[in-house]
């Protein structure tokens, strides 16, 4: 049946003013109804915007407490960075030296096996193996000496 229709039949059944208060509740239910689409809709939007909004502030919070932690970042870093460059300028010390006293016993060992060879290579006479094991230690031990010297 057609909403037409059912207006007719309804006009011929009742009396014109029974009639007209049902036109009226009718439109008046119509409206309410639209009216009740129109605030479902409108509160749908309100609450939209206002999770947005609270989104927004959210995001808001959590960029400024990932700001405050990047900034903690880079202190750190550079912090890290100071005491890296501290440690590696004592460490370039340490090995320079490390370096000059390696240089220094190489040397003095070298010095030893030439003054020993020298010493080989001219023999005394009445020298015997005793003799020249000893002056090996006494050559050695000077080294040594020379070496804690430095040292």
């Not at 119509?30 to 915007?49: M, Q, R, T, V």
């Not at 190489?106 to 003799?131: C, F, M, P, R």
């Amino acid at each position: 049946m057609d909403f037409k229709d059912f207006i007719n039949q309804i006009k011929e059944l009742a009396d014109p003013a029974v009639f007209a208060i049902i036109a009226k509740l009718a439109i008046a239910f119509y409206f309410l109804k639209l009216l009740y689409k129109g605030l479902k809709a409108s509160l749908k939007f309100i609450f939209a915007i206002k999770e947005k909004s609270d989104n927004y502030e959210e995001m808001q919070n959590n960029y400024k407490e990932w700001k405050k932690i990047n900034l903690e970042n880079k202190e750190e870093m550079k912090e890290i960075k100071e005491s890296s460059n501290k440690a590696n300028l004592a460490n370039q010390e340490r090995d320079l030296k490390t370096h000059e006293t390696l240089e220094f016993v190489i040397t003095e060992i070298k010095n030893v096996k030439t003054d020993l060879n020298a010493y080989k290579s001219v023999k005394h006479s009445g020298d015997t193996e005793i003799t020249d094991l000893k002056l090996t230690v006494k050559l050695a031990h000077a080294v040594l000496e020379k070496i804690d010297k430095k040292l």
